[in-house]
C-alpha cells in the first residue's frame, strides 16, 4: 500500500513544535504552592496538559479540590497560573530537535502549514512570533472564547479550508490523544510525533495513522 502523501500540514504547538513542558509546570506548580497546595516533578504534568490553562489546573489539584473551590476560587488559581506563565513563558521553552530543519524544507517544498492549539490564541502568537521569527505559519489557531476546544474539529476544518487543501489531503500532526481524535473528527491524517508528551503507546492506542520518532521523517509523507 501506498503511503499517502499530503498536500498541506496542521500542527499542535506544545509537545509538538515547542518543548514548553518546564515552563508550564514551574508556572502551575508556583501557583499551587501559593494556594498551600502540593506541587509536581515537571513530568507529572505530560498528562495534565493538552486541553487548556483550566483543564491543566484542574488536573493538577488534588482530586475534587476544583469543585471545593467553587468558580471563583478555581478561577483565581487559573489566573495565577496564566499570569505565571505569562511572565516566564520562554525562561526553558525550546523547539524540539529538527523542527527549524522541518519547517524550512517542508516551506521549500510549498507545502502550506498551520498550526491548531489548545493554547491561548495570544499566547500561540506570541510563541510562534519569538521562536519561528520567519512566520512558516499560513494560518494560526488557538483557544478563543467562542471556539471549541480540540477534539472539536473546528480550528483543523478552518485550517485546511484557509490552506486551500481538502481535509484528507492535510496532515494533523500532534503529541497526544487530544490530537489523534482532533484529526479523525476533522477526517484528517491523524500523525502523531512520539518525542512529545505522552508518548507512542498513548498515540497508537488513539489511532494513529502514523508515528514519527524525529521531525524529519514527516518529510515521507508530503
Known sequence: MKTPRYRAVAFDLDGTLLNTLE????AANAALATAGYP???TAAYRQFVGNGLQMLVRRALPSGEADRLGPDGFAELVRRTGDNY???WAVATRPYPHIPELLKALRERDVPLAVVTNKPHEWTLRMLAHYFPDKPFLFVQGAMPDLPHKPDPAGALEAARRLGVRPDETAFVGDSNVDMHTAANAGMGAVGVAWGFRGAEELRQSGADHLLYDP????ELV
Open 23 to 26: 515552563d508550564l509546570a514551574n
Open 39 to 41: 506541587q509536581h516533578p
Open 216 to 219: 524529519l521523517e514527516l518529510l
Open 86 to 88: 505569562a511572565r516566564d
